[in-house]
């Protein structure tokens, strides 16, 4: 992604830690910066600014500040990067579950600003990926055990055996033009018709 492009959100309630985000992102070649400078209302603020990349600076995170942060990341969807100054291992996994993409401790430097914000971008993605396909793999158990009771239902109502109950649907999806999942539905739903 080339830095010219991305719109990127500076929270930073100091003016003068955010002049070192704000001049390691110009160095970078962001020129789409955006910068908030209070922590209230963030979820419709980040909204109405749409951001590609979050970072957020600040000198020690609370609990209330990571649970909006959990209410951002659910919300908004973007990568995150936390410019935290102390270590705080249980603050550090909230603010992992919260959705931060990249939480860094004591490194808020102008030289370190493009690595960040790509690390950001790089989990995010990858964090993006792995949900994508545990929705897909629940989506395709969903899938087959609706067609296996449709399987049951056509075994039982016609005495099929197994292989032909499955070949029935197939065939009726295919005449169709559906999937065998949408024809299984229709059988069950007859059933539980009573049609």
Do not use: C, W
């Not at 020129?31 to 400078?37: C, Y």
């Not at 065998?180 to 539980?192: D, G, I, R």
């Amino acid at each position: 992604m080339s830095g010219a492009v991305l719109k990127i959100l500076v929270i930073d309630e100091s003016a003068e830690r955010a002049e070192v985000l704000l001049a390691g992102l110009e160095d970078a070649g962001y020129h789409q910066v955006h910068h908030l400078r209070e922590m209230t209302d963030l979820v419709p603020r980040i909204a109405a600014i749409d951001p590609d990349v979050i970072l957020i600076d600040l000198e020690n995170p609370n609990r209330d500040t990571v649970e909006q942060m959990f209410r951002v990341s659910r919300e908004v969807k973007r990568p995150i990067a936390m410019f935290v100054n102390e270590s705080d291992p249980e603050m550090t996994k909230q603010a992992i579950r919260a959705g931060v993409s990249a939480y860094i401790i004591d490194g808020l430097r102008r030289d370190r600003i493009q690595p960040v914000v790509d690390v950001a971008i790089s989990r995010f993605e990858a964090y993006r990926e792995l949900e994508q396909r545990a929705t897909d793999a629940e989506l395709q158990l969903a899938e087959r055990k609706t067609i296996e009771r449709a399987k049951a239902v056509l075994m039982e109502k016609r005495a099929m055996t197994e292989p032909a109950a499955y070949d029935a649907i197939r065939t009726m999806a295919r005449a169709k033009g559906k999937r065998m999942v949408e024809v299984a539905e229709s059988l069950l739903t007859a059933q539980e018709l009573g049609i």
